[in-house]
Structure formats: structure tokens, C-alpha cells
């Protein structure tokens, strides 16, 4: 059934009775505290359960300047994982050029290796490419 996930951030402490409150005029189910702003987001989307329709971030609907690729930012353990994922695919398709990676990462895995391209992981993944090419030249 249609249904709407609401998060709400303060600066500051609320207790649980004054978030009830709003709960109430929006005849909401009860509240329940967030564990973590990440998780929840992430929760909202469906990003992590493969058997539900996957939101776009895009469509979300967000006020107060809340930064929701912010809250997604991937830690520095994930944005590692990703990094050996992408040398991996290198290694298996025997990619000698950055553009061949860059395409396949915009249409195929946009919303996790294309950003690190784009944003801080490229010189790493370029010279890993580069010594292939050195290394198949030999």
C-alpha cells in the first residue's frame, strides 16, 4: 500500500514526546528513534534489498537544505572495497585505457564507481591501468 517514510532532523535533543506530536498531526504511525541517518536513507531508497524497487535519491523530497548525496557519502572503507572491485574488473576484462572503464562506470555502475571516478579514486585506477598497458607492451 502507498506509503510515505519521513525523517526528521534537529540540531539539537527532542524527546520523544515532542516528535510525537508532529506524528500525531500527520496521523503517522508511531515514531521511532534513527540509529543512523545513513542506514535510514539507505533504508528509504531500498538500496540494500534486492527484492524491493529501487528509489532514485532524486526523488526524494527534502527540506532544510538537507544534503542527501551528503548523507550517502561512501566511508572510506567502502570507497577501498569499490576501488579493488574496479581493479578486479580491470584485471578480468584486460582494460588498457581509462575511457573503457569511465564508460562501462557511467552506464553500468553510476551510482558507485562513477562518482569515486569523478571525485578521487581516478589517478590510482589510471595508473593501475597505465602499468597494464606498460606491463602488456613487454
Request: glycine share 4%; with cysteine; net charge negative.
Amino acid at each position: 500500500k502507498e506509503h510515505y517514510h519521513i525523517l526528521v532532523m534537529y540540531e539539537g535533543n527532542k524527546s520523544y514526546e515532542q516528535i510525537k506530536i508532529i506524528t500525531e498531526e500527520l496521523n503517522a504511525t508511531i515514531p521511532q528513534i534513527a540509529g543512523s541517518v545513513k542506514g535510514l536513507v539507505r533504508y528509504m531508497l531500498h538500496m540494500d534489498d534486492p527484492n524491493k524497487f529501487k528509489y532514485q535519491k532524486e526523488d526524494m523530497i527534502v527540506y532544510g537544505g538537507v544534503d542527501v548525496d551528503e548523507l550517502l557519502k561512501k566511508t572510506t572503507t567502502d570507497r577501498y572495497k569499490l576501488i579493488k572491485e574496479m581493479i578486479e574488473f580491470i584485471d578480468e576484462q584486460g582494460i588498457v585505457e581509462f575511457k573503457s572503464l569511465m564508460d562501462y562506470a557511467m552506464k553500468f555502475k553510476f551510482d558507485d564507481w562513477f562518482p569515486l571516478l569523478c571525485d578521487n579514486s581516478a589517478y590510482v585506477i589510471q595508473e593501475y591501468i597505465k602499468s597494464n598497458r606498460y606491463k602488456s607492451d613487454r
